[in-house]
């Protein structure tokens, strides 16, 4: 590139990371340990070895040598062709989170005068979520003069709670907590 007649130069290192992967595992000619404990890649015992003549087993079986265990003494390595075994490892963590279930907590708010049409809708809506598999925060928030009539939002509570038919389990119960009543409810299990 050209800047009013100074020549800049970019250069670019690219630097080839192929013995040590995302994990750390030491592979090939990054293990400088002089001695390792050598598995076959049938899992047979080979016994502690020189680090050259691990090496060159591995070449002649045109596998890569892997640090399974650095913390051993001596370290212990497995002739394993690594490519193939780190495209089983991301297969296996893309299952692993592809199976898992992330809960979350939804939720809704109601009020002490909310009306018994407007509280069906809402337990309807709180049914879909446990169906989900997300837990349900139900929350009241008390405004002016209501905040005295603690009993009112306990009641709104129960009468919610019921207009789920069983479909719930009540895993915290009301609490009243400044301006805000909170109920935390989570799916039945099934049997």
Known sequence: MYFGGRVCVRILLLKEE???????????????????????????????????????????????????????????????????????????????????????????????TIDTHDMEIKAKQCIKFLKGGDKVKASIRFRGRQITKGSIGEDVMKTFFEMLGGAAIMEKAPKQEGRNMTMILAAKPEK
Not at 47 to 57: E, L, S, Y
């Open 18 to 112: 192929k013995t040590i992967s995302k994990n750390d595992q030491q592979i090939n000619e990054a293990i400088r340990d002089p001695q390792v404990r050598l598995i076959g890649s049938d899992g047979s015992q080979l016994g502690i070895v020189d680090i050259r003549t691990a090496q060159r087993m591995a070449d002649e079986a045109e596998l890569d040598l892997v640090k399974i265990q650095p913390n051993a003494t001596p370290p212990v390595c497995k002739l394993m062709d690594y490519g193939k075994y780190r495209f089983d490892m991301e297969k296996r963590e893309k299952e692993q989170k592809k199976n898992q279930k992330i809960v979350e907590l939804k939720e809704i708010r109601l009020s002490a």
